[in-house]
Nanobody
Framework: QVQLVESGGDLVEPGKSLRLSCEVS????????IGWFRQAPGKEREGVSC????????YYLDSVKGRFTISRDNAKSTVYLQMNNLKDEDTGVYYC???????????????????WGQGTQVTVSS
């Protein structure tokens, strides 16, 4: 059974940083693309970032470019999202997701992002 468990969310002030983690079990993460989505209250879930198995594909939501960095540690079966200079609009529940069985990232709009974690809450407020 594939499971994804997010952690690291917190309440922080604008301009601060957080690093989210997602631990993956049930498969060898090294063979798969993995990404992050988020959902703000009352809004649709949106793609934030994705990283391919071999780092050939790494992309970000326009509003987080230059502030967020996705990375992965296959030995630890974990993907990270470093979130710097957080803004109020970054508030939401952050989910990691596997676009199984792809090894490289599809567009955020793809319905192949089909395996999700339970999410971790990020709240940015002054």
């Amino acid at each position: 059974q594939v499971q994804l468990v997010e952690s690291g969310g917190d309440l922080v002030e604008p301009g601060k940083s957080l690093r989210l983690s997602c631990e993956v079990s049930g498969l060898k993460l090294r063979y798969y693309a993995i990404g992050w989505f988020r959902q703000a209250p009352g809004k649709e879930r949106e793609g934030v970032s994705c990283i391919s198995y071999d780092y050939d594909t790494t992309y970000y939501l326009d509003s987080v470019k230059g502030r967020f960095t996705i990375s992965r540690d296959n030995a630890k079966s974990t993907v990270y999202l470093q979130m710097n200079n957080l803004k109020d609009e970054d508030t939401g529940v952050y989910y990691c997701t596997l676009p199984l069985p792809l090894e490289r990232c599809p567009p955020f709009s793809s319905d192949i992002f089909s395996k999700w974690g339970q999410g971790t809450q990020v709240t940015v407020s002054s």
